[in-house]
């Protein structure tokens, strides 16, 4: 049953798709709920940029100087779960990258504060590419003993990913109207995801453990703010669009040091952020996201 009406209604849009697209899809505005099959797609993308530590806080005196880079995973969509566009009836490439990468920069302040400034270089991959993506930090120890540590960190990022989600470069290639291009598309779309956002993390982590490694868990709650912007070239016109949504998200992380020695540091860790999509039609697979991050820290 849910087949069939899903099949009606894909029906119906694609009839009228070319009759309203002057109407209704051109330089159009729509907020969504941060749950909506729209809203879960780009706090899942988001998600993937989280501006999360590499390591907890740690003493720092003015002028330290170190320089890291680090590499997360980027699960897999299934193709149901890629039907988010137009209320989640639309197929819509999303998986594009399988990592995310930044490197990142770190000075020591005073009273053990450290500012980080963290960036992702615009390396194209599948038709995504980062688009000055800056994140900043500010992190510090409050309370470090020879046992454990607890620190806090806040973060922000701000810049964008552009990449032919819309319309990719796969359907384009397939006659307008057709079953692989059911809503025209001509050309390769220049989609926009701003993928701002601010939050804070606190960790715990543990100063005396077995072999030199040094254990740490983390929860982060962070504000996102992203917001799409649709530049898709249609048989029948260019659709432009922006589609906006924010909510609140939070962030759990279990993670490790380990001191090659002196002056560089290797970090793994896995983190989790629960995400709900309230879809027209089941998709199954996970909608939260889960992720593993390799870093490497060099102190300079």
Known sequence: MANSLKSLLLSLVFAITPVISQAQLVGTFEEVDFDSPEGWAMA??????????????????????????????????????????????KDEDLN??????????????????????????????????????????????????????????????????????????????????????????????????????????????????????????????TRMDPFVEVDAPLQEVDHFATVDTDGTTETYSIGFNYNLNDNWNINLATSYTPLDANRPVGAGGRDSYWNIRLGLIWDL
Not at 104 to 126: H, I, K, Q
Not at 144 to 151: I, K, T, V, Y
Not at 190 to 216: C, K, T, Y
């Open 96 to 221: 594009k990258s399988p990592a995310f990468g930044r490197t990142r920069a770190s000075m020591g302040l005073l009273w053990d504060v450290t500012a980080e400034v963290s960036w992702t270089p615009p390396l194209e991959l599948n038709g995504a590419k980062p688009d000055g993506l800056w994140g900043f930090a500010l992190s510090r120890p409050l309370i470090n003993n020879d046992n454990w540590s607890l620190g806090l960190r806040v973060y922000a990022v701000e810049g964008a990913v552009t990449a032919d989600v819309t319309c990719s470069k796969d359907v384009a290639d397939y006659p307008a109207f057709s079953p692989q291009n059911l809503f025209g598309c001509i050309d390769a779309s220049a989609d926009n995801l701003e993928m701002d956002h601010q939050g804070a993390e606190l960790s715990l982590s543990v100063n005396r453990f077995p072999l030199g490694i040094r254990p740490w868990i983390a929860i982060a709650l």
């Open 44 to 89: 899942y993308m988001t998600a993937s940029a989280l501006n999360l530590g590499q390591l907890p806080p740690r003493p720092t005196s003015f002028g330290d100087f170190s320089i890291a880079a680090e590499l997360g995973s980027i699960p897999r969509l299934t193709r149901e779960q890629q039907q988010v566009g137009f209320g989640g009836f």
